[in-house]
C-alpha cells in the first residue's frame, strides 16, 4: 500500500512534463463542472416537490374550477416555469461571456411575459378572489350566507388575533429573559429546565383541560380567551430565544453604564434593549407567524364561530355540501398566504440573526 | 480626584473568599498599579473600588467618606473595561457623551466636554462613527475618552491594554501614562503584564491569591521582593531561584558552598537575577554548568545552563555569542545584590549571599582534598 503511494506521486515530484499540467488541468476543470452540475440538479430536483405547490396554488386560484381547463392550465404553468428556470440557469452560466447581461435577463424575461400571455392568458380570471368583494360567494343568496361572514372581518379578526399574542409574548417574555440571563435567584437552572419541558409538551394534549378552564372564566368562544391560551403556550419559547440574545451582551456593557451614571432600568432601556432588538423582531415575527396560522385551539374554542379567523374562513370555504371548489379555495389560500410573504421580506435579515443568535459589537 | 482607602476589605462569593481582608491607602493623582496572574483578585479590587461588587466586610473611603452604602452609579468613577464596553448601538459622539446624560448640564457644555475629551485622545475625527468601524485602538480611545469627559473621581482601567498589538500597547503605554500626569486623576491599572505595571505606574500592588503580595515602587519590587512570589513574577525572564540549605555564615547549593554575610539556619531559597550573572571560566566558579540553549535576542543573548543546582538562566548584554551549547561554563554574580528567601518564602532582610569573591572561595573549597 505504502509502496503503491510513492509511485503515483513520483511523476508530480520527479519530472512533470508540460502535457502532465495541461493534464491535470483538464481534469480540475472536469471536477469542477462535474461538481458544480451535480449541485445544480440535485437542488433542482429538491426544490421542485417545494416549490411547485406555490406555482400550482396561484395559477389555480386564477383559473376557473373545470377540470379539463384547469389540467391544461397547471401543466402550461409548470412547462412555462420549467423554461424561464433553463434559461435562467443558462443565462447565469453565460454571465461571463455576455456583453450585456442584463438585456439578456430582460430578454427571458419579455420571453416568459409572451409566453404566460398566449398559452394561460385566456384561460385566468380573477371570478375565484370574488369573495372579496361579495359575500354571497355561491351566487344564489343561500342560506350559508348568513354563516359566511365577510373575508374582511376574518382577515380582520386574523390580524387582532395575531398581534395581541405578539404583544403579550414579546412583553411578558422580554423582561422574563433578562431576569434568567442576569440574576442568579434561586430555582432560576429548574426554570430553564421547566421551560424546555414545557416547550417540548404537545400542548394539543391540553386541549380538553384548557377548553373546561376556559368555559369557567367565561372566555369560551371569545377571541381574548383564544389569545391567552396561545400567550401562555408560546411564552416558553419565546423567554428561551430572548434568554439567548441578552446572554449574547456582555456584562460589561451594562455595568459601564451603571458606573456611568444610568440606574439599572436606564442602562437595560438604554444600552441593553437596542442590542437585543433584531432578536426581539424576530421573537415578535415568529409569534405573530403562529397566531396567523393558528387553526386547533381556535377551531375548538370559537364554539359558534362568530369570530372568524383566516384558518377557520379558509376551512369553511373548503367545507361545501355542493362540492368543493378547488379554485376558491386557492384564492383563499392566495390572500391567507400574502401577509405572511409581506412580513417576512421587512422581518427576514432578523430571523437569519436568530439562528447565530449574534449581536455584532 | 480623590485619595483612596481601603480598611480590611474582604470579598466572598459564596464560601470562597477570593478577597482577603485588604488594607490599601492611595494617595491623591498617583497612578498605581494592581499586579498579579489572572484569578489572584484583582479585577474583583477594581469593582470593589467601583461600587460594581459589594465588599463582604470592611471599609472603602474615598477623601475619608465611606462610599460602602453609595452606589456605582453616584461614585463617580470612570472606568475603562478590557472589552472597551462602548455601546454599539450608540455613535461615538454619543458614547463619550452617555455619562454626561445623567448630569445636569447644558447642551453647549455637554459638547464642549465631548470634544474636548475626544481632542484629549485624539479621535476628534471619529465621533460619527460606530464602535464596529473603529479599530482596536481607536475603540480603547473612545473608551478612555468616555472615561474621562465625566472627570471622574478615579480611573479606574481594568487591563486596557491586553487587546491591541504589541506596538500600539507601546503607544498607548505612553499616552496613557501623559494624560495621565496631565489631568492629574487618581488612576488604577489592573493588569497582568509587568511590564505595563512597571514602566506606567508610581507604584505597584503585586497580588497573589487574593492577597496582597506586596507596594512598592517598581524599583523596590524588582531589587527588594519581600516574598518568592514576587521575585519570580517580576522581572522577565524571571529570577534564579535555587534551593540550598543554609547552616551559620555557610549557604550550600548542590555542591557548591557560599558564604553569608549573616547567621541563618535551614532550607533556604536563593535568588539571582538572570543579568546578574557573569558566565566565566569552569575553574574560576563554585557553582558550574554546560550550556543548554543558546537565544541571541539582539541586544543580549540568554543561556539556559544547566548546573547540579537546576536549569539556571543567565543574560549577558553585547549581541555576541560567547559560549556555545554544550560549553562548560562558571556561575559567577555582579552585583551583590543577591537575595536569600526562608522556608516560608519570605525574604530574609539583609542576609546576602557571596557569589563574587569566587577566586578566594574555589581555594578554599580546594584546601580540603590537598
Redesign the interface.
Given at each position: 500500500m505504502a509502496l503503491a503511494q510513492t509511485n503515483t506521486s513520483m511523476p508530480l515530484s520527479a519530472s512533470v512534463t508540460p502535457d502532465d499540467w495541461a493534464r491535470l488541468e483538464r481534469r480540475g476543470a472536469l471536477n469542477r463542472a462535474g461538481f458544480l452540475s451535480a449541485i445544480i440538479i440535485f437542488l433542482t430536483i429538491v426544490s421542485v416537490p417545494v416549490l411547485l405547490p406555490y406555482l400550482w396554488l396561484l395559477v389555480k386560484s386564477l383559473t376557473s374550477s373545470d377540470s379539463e381547463v384547469s389540467r391544461l392550465v397547471l401543466w402550461r404553468s409548470t412547462a412555462i416555469a420549467a423554461v424561464a428556470y433553463l434559461g435562467a440557469i443558462a443565462l447565469a452560466f453565460l454571465a461571463d461571456r455576455l456583453r450585456k447581461p442584463a438585456l439578456s435577463w430582460a430578454a427571458l424575461g419579455v420571453v416568459v411575459v409572451i409566453l404566460v400571455a398566449i398559452f394561460l392568458a385566456p384561460y385566468l380570471t380573477f371570478d375565484n378572489y370574488r369573495f372579496l368583494w361579495n359575500r354571497d360567494i355561491e351566487g344564489t343568496g343561500t342560506t350559508r350566507m348568513d354563516l359566511m361572514p365577510s373575508i374582511w372581518a376574518a382577515l380582520g379578526s386574523s390580524l387582532a388575533f395575531a398581534i395581541a399574542q405578539t404583544l403579550i409574548v414579546t412583553i411578558v417574555a422580554t423582561p422574563a429573559a433578562y431576569a434568567l440571563s442576569r440574576f442568579a435567584f434561586a430555582g432560576r437552572e429548574n426554570f430553564l429546565r421547566g421551560l424546555l419541558l414545557l416547550h417540548a409538551f404537545p400542548a394539543l394534549a391540553l386541549t380538553v383541560a384548557i377548553f373546561i378552564q376556559l368555559h369557567y372564566m367565561g372566555l369560551l368562544n371569545s377571541l381574548t380567551g383564544v389569545v391567552l391560551v396561545m400567550s401562555a403556550l408560546e411564552l416558553p419559547f419565546a423567554i428561551f430565544v430572548l434568554k439567548g440574545f441578552f446572554d449574547n451582551v456582555p456584562w460589561d456593557i451594562e455595568m459601564s453604564a451603571v458606573t456611568d451614571g444610568a440606574t439599572r432600568s436606564q442602562a437595560f432601556r438604554m444600552v441593553v434593549l437596542p442590542q437585543v432588538r433584531g432578536g426581539l423582531i424576530a421573537v415578535a415575527t415568529f409569534t405573530f407567524l403562529r397566531g396567523w396560522e393558528e387553526y386547533v385551539f381556535v377551531q375548538t374554542l370559537l364554539i359558534d364561530k362568530s369570530q372568524m379567523t383566516m384558518s377557520l374562513y379558509l376551512f369553511f370555504v373548503a367545507q361545501d355540501n355542493m362540492g368543493a371548489d378547488y379554485g376558491m379555495i386557492a384564492a383563499v389560500g392566495i390572500v391567507y398566504l400574502l401577509p405572511v410573504l409581506i412580513l417576512y421580506t421587512f422581518t427576514q435579515k432578523y430571523i437569519t440573526q436568530m439562528s447565530f443568535g449574534g449581536i455584532k459589537g | 480626584m480623590a485619595k483612596i482607602t481601603l480598611d480590611n476589605v474582604t470579598k466572598n462569593w459564596g464560601e470562597t473568599q477570593v478577597l482577603k481582608p485588604m488594607n490599601l491607602a492611595i494617595e491623591n493623582g498617583e497612578f498605581v498599579a494592581i499586579l498579579g496572574p489572572s484569578g489572584c483578585g484583582k479585577s474583583t479590587t477594581l469593582?470593589l473600588l467601583?461600587?460594581?461588587y459589594a465588599p463582604s466586610a470592611g471599609e472603602i473611603a474615598f477623601d475619608g467618606h465611606n462610599v460602602n452604602r453609595i452606589d456605582?452609579?453616584?461614585?463617580?468613577?470612570?472606568?475603562v473595561?478590557?472589552?472597551y464596553?462602548?455601546?454599539?448601538?450608540l455613535t461615538v459622539r454619543e458614547n463619550i457623551a452617555?455619562?454626561l446624560?445623567?448630569?445636569t448640564m447644558g447642551k453647549e457644555e455637554v459638547v464642549r466636554r465631548v470634544e474636548e475629551a475626544a481632542n484629549l485622545v485624539q479621535i476628534s475625527a471619529l465621533l460619527d462613527r460606530r464602535?464596529?468601524q473603529l479599530s482596536g485602538g481607536q475603540q480603547q480611545r473612545v473608551a478612555l475618552a468616555?472615561a474621562l469627559v465625566?472627570e471622574p473621581n478615579i480611573l479606574l482601567l481594568d487591563e486596557p491594554l491586553s487587546n491591541l498589538d504589541a506596538t500600539l500597547r507601546i503607544t498607548m503605554r505612553a499616552e496613557l501614562k501623559s494624560i495621565q500626569r496631565r489631568l492629574g486623576f487618581t488612576t488604577l491599572i489592573v493588569t497582568h503584564d509587568q511590564i505595563e505595571a512597571i514602566t506606567m505606574a508610581d507604584r505597584i500592588i503585586c497580588m497573589n491569591n487574593g492577597e496582597i503580595a506586596q507596594i512598592g515602587t517598581p524599583d523596590d519590587l524588582y531589587r527588594c521582593p519581600n516574598n518568592l512570589f514576587v521575585a519570580g513574577f517580576i522581572g522577565t525572564p524571571p529570577m534564579n531561584l535555587l534551593k540550598g540549605e543554609a547552616d551559620g555564615r555557610c549557604l550550600q547549593i548542590a555542591n557548591a558552598s557560599f558564604d553569608l554575610d549573616a547567621e541563618c539556619a535551614g532550607a533556604v531559597t536563593f535568588g539571582l537575577r538572570p543579568e546578574d550573572i557573569a558566565l566565566v571560566s569552569p575553574e574560576a566558579a563554585q557553582l558550574q554548568g554546560e550550556v543548554v540553549t543558546v537565544e541571541p535576542m539582539g541586544r543580549e543573548v540568554f543561556y539556559t545552563i544547566d548546573t547540579p543546582a537546576g536549569l539556571i538562566h543567565a543574560l549577558e548584554y553585547g549581541e555576541a555569542v560567547r559560549h556555545a551549547p554544550g560549553a562548560k561554563v562558571g556561575i559567577s554574580c555582579k552585583s551583590d545584590l543577591t537575595l536569600v528567601f526562608d522556608a516560608c518564602g519570605n525574604r530574609i532582610a539583609d542576609l546576602h549571599a557571596d557569589f563574587s569573591n569566587h577566586a578566594e572561595v574555589s581555594a578554599r573549597v580546594l584546601e580540603p582534598a590537598n
Open positions: - | 469593582f467601583a461600587g460594581l456605582a452609579r453616584d461614585r463617580n468613577v470612570g472606568i473595561f478590557q472589552s464596553a462602548l455601546y454599539p448601538n452617555f455619562p446624560r445623567f448630569k464602535p464596529s468616555r465625566k
